[in-house]
């Protein structure tokens, strides 16, 4: 019977710990890392010249410190060389980026999505992404795998939106993996996630959530999702079908919703709502939605009482989601973010008149710091993750 972990598994343990550090929090000294990682200075010399001999990382003497004496040795990802590919298939939109290690976006691709077209069709588009992003890449730069966010809705060539059909990780990373073997000519992993949860693990390991463990974060953008992490994990259920929560009922026998089901969070908080309660056409979608924000912004009366009526239904679901996941912060991502910035004392208002005090009062709420970007962040994060937990098997 084995007692204990190897000294090399020990080693390749720390090696982890030690990247992934870098990874998260940049340019980092020996010092920092001695203090942070628990390790002694010898252990992380030995272990950033390790990382360093493989191309994962530098060490450099810092610029003017102002302190006498011999300065520590900052350690620095090797962002330009050591890269992955990041894919957001949206309801109307494709991006790719490349972002290097460090999580550092080096460039990107971006195009309109049309309207019904399953996710794996989106295939050749996002290929051909790549290969033009391909062209900047340095000579001697190592890719070492591709993240896929994919909307789980999607908005029907009728303009109405309805549950993604091939967005699952085979219909998505079998075909995708293919064309990026052929254009890359190396077999990498590739990593398919819920855009709500990615864009949640983005936030959490460098935007709004950084430092709490307890998360969760709501999108809305053909339908209503939600990203959830609980003790610093993704909580994404079986099969990754987990944070469905627009799908919650909170009017029994009320609207219909595309699930088949009536009185779902989305019939009252979705695009379809907003548009409804301003008098507007129902089926105009992401763009119709965001004018009638912007018309309340400027003090439109009838936009006004729309977007309060939405934040109302925004804060009550939310104060069930606070009494169940007690969490730190709620971010509101997609356009969920264009309403809050415009009612956020009427959703605060509700959660505080529903939600148990010993929940709601140490709850912050907040609008995602890396935007539009979150999502393909998280998409690179999952990529990284590989490399991260075992750097030398790379």
């Not at 691709?109 to 900047?136: C, H, I, M, N, Y």
Request: charge should be negative; include cysteine.
């Amino acid at each position: 019977m084995r007692t204990g972990p190897s000294q090399e598994e020990v080693r390749r343990q720390n090696l982890g710990a030690l990247l992934r550090y870098v990874h998260i929090h940049g340019p980092t000294s020996r010092a920092e890392l001695t203090s942070e990682l628990g390790l002694n200075r010898s252990t992380i010399g030995a272990l950033t010249a390790d990382l360093a001999g493989v191309g994962l990382v530098t060490e450099a003497a810092p610029r003017e410190t102002g302190r006498a004496g011999r300065p520590s040795l900052v350690v620095r990802p090797e962002s330009e060389r050591v890269y992955a590919y990041a894919f957001s298939i949206e309801v109307d939109q494709l991006r790719v980026a490349r972002v290097g290690l460090g999580g550092e976006v080096l460039d990107h691709r971006a195009d309109d999505r049309p309207s019904g077209q399953p996710a794996a069709e989106a295939v050749p588009l996002l290929a051909e992404f790549v290969k033009d992003l391909q062209q900047a890449v340095p000579h001697g730069a190592v890719y070492v795998g591709g993240g896929v966010s994919v909307s789980r809705m999607m908005r029907r060539a009728d303009g109405k939106a309805g549950l993604s059909k091939g967005t699952d990780s085979a219909a998505v990373a079998g075909p995708l993996s293919t064309a990026l073997t052929a254009e890359l000519g190396a077999d990498r992993p590739l990593v398919v996630g819920n855009a709500a949860d990615v864009a949640a693990l983005a936030e959490h390991a460098r935007g709004a959530a950084v430092g709490c463990d307890n998360v969760i974060y709501l999108h809305r953008d053909a339908g209503v999702d939600a990203g959830i992490i609980v003790g610093g994990r993704r909580l994404t259920g079986h099969a990754g079908q987990g944070g469905q929560v627009g799908h919650m009922v909170v009017l029994p026998g009320g609207r219909p919703c595309n699930c088949g089901s009536r009185g779902c969070w989305e019939t009252e908080i979705g695009d379809r709502a907003l548009l409804n309660a301003a008098g507007r056409d129902s089926e105009g979608g992401r763009g119709a939605a965001l004018a009638v924000v912007d018309a309340a912004s400027r003090g439109d009366a009838s936009a006004q009482a729309a977007v309060r009526q939405v934040a109302d239904w925004l804060g009550f679901g939310l104060a069930n989601l606070v009494n169940i996941f007690d969490p730190e912060m709620v971010i509101f991502g997609g356009t969920l973010r264009d309403v809050y910035l415009v009612a956020a004392a009427q959703v605060r208002s509700r959660l505080n008149s529903m939600a148990l005090i010993a929940a709601r009062e140490h709850v912050r709420l907040r609008t995602p710091q890396l935007g539009e970007d979150a999502a393909l962040i998280g998409a690179a994060e999952l990529a990284f993750e590989r490399l991260l937990a075992d750097p030398l098997s790379s």
